[in-house]
């Protein structure tokens, strides 16, 4: 079955500089590939997504990059901010296997201003 | 749209009693998704639900299993808890499109074996 691989398992940096959190996947057959971060005490929510047809996405200071060959992708955070403190998870999922996620064990990350 | 939904919020159980947890998902969403979270294990899948169906199953044993109702509202039985079973458990839906298959999950049910 799939294994997602996280790292780091946690990430300091300071206000207004990026952070990168790396991660692969076992699948060749995994096609889609959501991050989620979940706030202290919330529930996880969706902050970007990729699917296998794309190589990058951006959303305003969120991006994430694919690279298939190597089964593995990553989530890049520019200039941030102490509301970027959260736990990120990434997952794979297969398109024949809709609702099945494999997750990642998560970063914290800690900004400080 | 009300979001997804979960009850209890919290439970206390002791070893060897069984528990039901219960997932109301967003209106018109078919699957159903549960998973256990714990600390430095992140979520770990259990199993998912599409029209009343186990469709997926993750690597739990026989202990947890699942059911989902024709109103797409999906339960969780754990039997003969254990310490270990301890962990917040969280369902999530999905609309399950060609094109768009976010998860939305619920608060999840904080679980307390003693």
């Known amino acids: 079955g799939e294994n997602v691989e996280q790292h780091p398992s946690t990430l300091s940096v300071q206000e207004g500089d990026s952070a990168v959190i790396k991660c692969t996947y076992s699948d060749s057959a995994s096609n889609y590939f959501p991050w989620y971060k979940q706030e202290l005490g919330k529930r996880p929510q969706l902050i970007i997504d990729i699917r296998s047809n794309v190589g990058e996405k951006k959303d305003q200071r969120i991006a994430v990059t694919l690279n298939k060959t190597a089964k593995h992708f990553s989530l890049h955070i520019t200039e941030t901010q102490p509301e970027d403190s959260a736990v990120y998870f990434c997952?794979?999922?297969?398109?024949?296997?809709?609702?099945?996620?494999?997750f990642g064990a998560g970063t914290q990350v800690v900004v400080t201003p | 749209k009300a979001g997804v939904t979960q009850t209890p919020r919290y439970l206390i159980k002791t070893r060897g009693q069984q528990v039901t947890l219960s997932c109301s998902p967003i209106s018109g969403h078919r699957s159903v998704s549960w998973y256990q979270q714990t600390p430095g294990q992140g979520l770990q899948f259990l199993f998912e639900?599409?029209?009343?169906?186990?469709?997926n199953k993750g690597n739990f044993p026989g202990r947890f299993s699942g059911r989902q109702f024709s109103n797409s509202r999906s339960e969780m039985n754990v039997s003969t808890l254990e310490l270990g079973d301890s962990a917040l458990y969280l369902c999530a839906s999905s609309l399950e499109t060609s094109d768009y298959n976010e998860q939305f999950f619920g608060p999840g049910t904080r679980l307390t074996v003693l």
């Open positions: 639900y599409f029209s009343e169906t186990q469709r």
């Open positions: 997952a794979a999922s297969q398109t024949d296997s809709w609702g099945k996620f494999q």
